[in-house]
């Protein structure tokens, strides 16, 4: 059984050679017309249908704003002048790749992948980032998107992503032949033992579903070029998976005629082939707070593979000393889950860049301007519940995410490997 080598054996070009503003939101719901009875304990407590406080966080994460994470000593993000220029991380500096991997390897792969048309430093014909742009003005999109880390449950960020197809940067390549998957990795200090790396297969990068988002080399975020610290100046961005397939700092593809993914997220028990989960995520809570004044909740909800249908709450009142339960189940086996209520889209006009327009977007409706459905798929969308009459005392609040195919966080895939997905709780106390 074939197994990911290390990263060390990565100079050999094969499979071992190789991841703003809230005051632009509307205050009326677009999820819940009607109001929500939230029956709660003794039945004293109702999440009334007045309109929800301003969303607490922007709809597109400023660049500077995502929570960043980094591999690589030091952290490429990190340099600086000469060092910056000579890794070919600058506008100008910067080169991509696309050369064929030669080895074979019976029974697995018999035959070399062929291309008419490599691009390499060596021969001077590796793409440059003028060329990309000017590759874009004709095949470029542009679209929203959450990212997030398989193993962090929290969203990163969101921020509308711009750039070319991968599918028009390999025709670049010419005439193709025995390529069955696409590995591609980033800048990383010149070392193998750094190299992080990630796969799509052939049909992955060529071939996008009518209205989908395809796999892309993206060079603009939120309006502006992308900054060395998200990856700039030109990352691969996979629309549907996690953070570990849209691969920073982008500089080498490889085609292969083997079928075997190649991620070094592989190597570390992970699934490399996951996409992002439909998971609910509620926003920190003072762990005091007044009987006397209503108890507003807010917090994220990311859409994946499957949408969103609903995001729901359970609250319950527990003994002062008593020990939390991570475990939504064990923890309420007879819970009573409530709907919460869905933030609207903003106010496009005001939170895109002044050079785009909403019908521009893939996953927008060309004449309405609107997203074709909320929240965006593979984006972040936010929810809210303001309750009211709850007594003094201590309550753990728990909120999950109901997929578009009827399944309620943690299901349909609870195993951590393939993405962070447990239910969270917030526990605070009323006096």
């Keep these: 059984m074939h197994k990911p080598s290390s990263p060390g054996d990565a100079e050999a070009i094969s ?8 005051a632009a939101w509307t205050m009326t719901s677009l999820a819940a017309a009607q109001p929500i009875q939230a029956d709660i304990l003794s039945g004293a407590a109702t999440n009334q249908a007045t309109a929800l406080p ?36 600058t506008p100008e500096t910067w080169r991509l790749e696309m050369t064929t991997d030669p080895q074979v390897e019976p029974p697995y792969v018999t035959q070399p992948a062929r291309i008419q048309a490599p691009h390499t430093l060596k021969d001077g014909t590796a793409l440059d980032l003028e060329t990309l742009r000017e590759l874009g003005k004709s095949h470029g999109v542009k679209f929203i998107k959450a990212t997030q880390c398989l193993n962090i449950p929290e969203p990163l960020g969101q921020g509308l992503w711009e750039g070319v197809p991968l599918r028009e940067v390999l025709k670049l390549c010419g005439k193709m032949k025995d390529v069955r998957r696409i590995y591609y990795r980033g800048f990383h200090n010149e070392d193998p ?36 610290l998200r990856g700039g100046p030109v990352r691969m961005i996979v629309p549907w998976a996690h953070g570990f397939k849209s691969i920073k700092w982008l500089q080498q593809i490889f085609l292969t005629n083997d079928y075997r993914a190649n991620d070094t ?23 005091r707070m007044s009987a006397s004044q209503p108890v507003t909740l807010t917090g994220k909800v990311i859409s994946g593979l499957s949408g969103l249908k609903r995001v729901e ?22 819970a009573v889950w409530k709907p919460c209520r869905i933030y609207p889209p903003p106010d496009w006009e005001q939170i895109l860049p002044p050079d785009v327009r909403p019908h521009q977007l893939l996953g927008f409706d060309a004449r309405t301007g609107q997203p074709r ?9 936010y929810w809210g519940i303001t309750l009211h009459g709850l007594q003094a005392g201590v309550y753990e609040v728990r909120v999950r995410a109901v997929d578009g195919n009827g399944f309620a966080q943690p299901e349909p895939r609870p195993l951590r490997k393939s993405g962070g997905n447990a239910v969270e709780m917030q526990r605070f106390q009323l006096s």
């Excluded at 922007?58 to 960043?68: D, I, K, M």
């Excluded at 709450?313 to 007879?334: I, M």
């Design 15 to 22: 499979r071992r050679a190789f991841v703003s503003n809230s």
């Design 193 to 228: 033992e750094q190299i992080f790396q990630s796969s799509l297969s052939y049909t992955q990068a060529m071939e996008t579903p009518p209205g989908g988002f395809p796999p892309m080399l993206a060079y603009r975020l939120n309006g502006q070029p992308i900054t060395p």
């Design 54 to 89: 301003a969303c607490p966080h922007p709809f597109l994460t400023p660049a500077e704003s995502f929570n960043t994470v980094a591999r690589g000593n030091p952290k490429p993000h990190t340099l600086t002048g000469k060092a910056l220029v000579e890794a070919r991380m």
């Design 313 to 334: 709450y359970s609250l319950r009142r527990v003994a002062k000393d008593a020990q939390p339960q991570e475990d939504a189940e064990r923890a309420q086996p007879e």
């Design 373 to 381: 459905e909320w929240p965006m798929r593979f984006g972040t969308g």
């Design 265 to 287: 997220y592989a190597l570390q028990n992970n699934d490399p082939e996951s996409h992002l989960k439909t998971s609910a995520y509620v926003d920190p809570v003072p762990e």
